[in-house]
């Protein structure tokens, strides 16, 4: 198991809070991390390496 964490991001591009993830690999980390986008980014990292970003899709939520 390994160590992420997941960082919201506001409109403003400031971190708002920080989630510990404790992941088998990156593919479930990546996957987790895509989960807690709501209206908001999510930024995934693993130590000091971004990982990837995960926007809310443009105009808010799918219907």
Request: with cysteine; aromatic share 6%; glycine share 12%.
């Amino acid at each position: 198991m390994q160590e992420y964490k997941a960082y919201i991001v506001d409109k403003g591009g400031h971190i708002t809070e920080r989630i510990d993830l404790i992941c088998e690999d990156e593919d479930v980390a990546r996957g987790r991390a895509k989960q807690l986008v709501d209206g908001h980014a999510v930024e995934l990292w693993q130590g000091n390496r971004k990982i990837d970003r995960f926007d809310p899709p443009p105009g808010g939520p799918p219907a």
